[in-house]
């Protein structure tokens, strides 16, 4: 059986974010065994799993990615969208727009420190759209 799931976020400020609970808040309960899909609807945002425990992940990210992708760079055409336009189009597609989960005794399977982020790569990205696909 596979059951499908569309939901809006709120709007985040730029950054990553756990939002594993406003997914499960967001979709049914889950079976006995299967696995959660959830892909985003957007490119200048993404989907990712890691650490849930310590704040300091989050905003280490946040700065690892902005030195790897810097905003202003005089090579940038796609420029019309303002200046973290393009640098969140390329941050995306690194990070990537889905995410697949196992499904184990009603629990998503994920492990002690895991947790499920948005990544928030614009500076005012408005609410997102998530589809979450639950295959059992």
């Not at 890691?50 to 796609?78: C, G, Q, R």
């Not at 005794?105 to 005012?124: M, P």
Request: aromatic share 10%.
């Amino acid at each position: 059986m596979i059951n499908q799931f569309e939901f809006s976020l709120k709007e985040y400020s730029r950054g990553f974010h756990i939002i594993t609970e406003k997914i499960l808040n967001n979709i049914e309960e889950l079976p006995e065994t299967g696995v959660l899909h959830l892909f985003i609807k957007h490119t200048s945002a993404g989907l990712t799993i890691n650490e849930n425990a310590d704040p300091t992940v989050l905003s280490d990210f946040e700065s690892s990615f902005n030195h790897i992708v810097k905003e202003n760079e005089p090579f940038y055409k796609h420029t019309f969208e303002g200046s973290d336009d393009m640098p969140a189009h390329i941050k995306s597609s690194m990070v990537g727009s889905s995410i697949s989960i196992p499904i184990t005794n009603h629990k998503l399977n994920l492990g002690a420190w895991q947790g499920i982020y948005l990544c928030e790569f614009r500076n005012s990205g408005g609410s997102r759209k998530l589809v979450a696909t639950i295959f059992n």
